[in-house]
């Protein structure tokens, strides 16, 4: 039980910290939650994080919650997701509540405003860090059909202009239909080898 405590400990502290020094969004977190629990921690595998970022982007409410949820879960039940959801979202409540204190005066500093224009060339790299990891995972399938959806969906939102939320849902629909050709062939191979053991 004291185990299971300090893994807690140590899954809200992370998500604390991680939170607490995120500047850029959803992306940003789920790169440094990848460093954090797969690389560092060894808690996930490759393909489970890069599959909390496929789940996390196509669900509804802010992406580090959503991951936070499913980190949480998977590491330790709903306990797990439940700590995990605190240590996420107590950094930018306290952050955006005492900047709404002292609004005008963040609004109108010079040094702030320098300080977050400066911020975004970190976030930019941080977030083309994610692009290259997750194509890169895709390419490591080895699965054609996979390469050329990411490439049709780069395509169709960055020069087409076309909804992010359509490219989700049509790539889901894609991946049901393969799933369902895939387990088609095997049942159907399963059969055929069975009706050879008969004879």
Known sequence: MKKDYSKLWILFRSMFVLSACTFGGGFVIVSLMKKKYVEELAWLEEDEMLDVTAITQSAPGPL?????????????????????????????????????????QFRTNPYIATALQVMRAGVAAVIFDVVINLAGNVVKTGRFLYMTMMVVAFVSTYFLGVSAMLIILVCLGIGLADLFLDLKKNNTYKNKENKKGRV
């Open 64 to 104: 580090p919650v959503n991951a936070s949820v499913i980190i949480g879960y998977r590491i330790a039940g709903v306990v797990g997701a439940l700590t995990a959801i605190l240590g996420t979202i107590l950094p930018p409540m306290v952050i955006i509540s005492v900047i709404s204190l002292f609004y005008e």
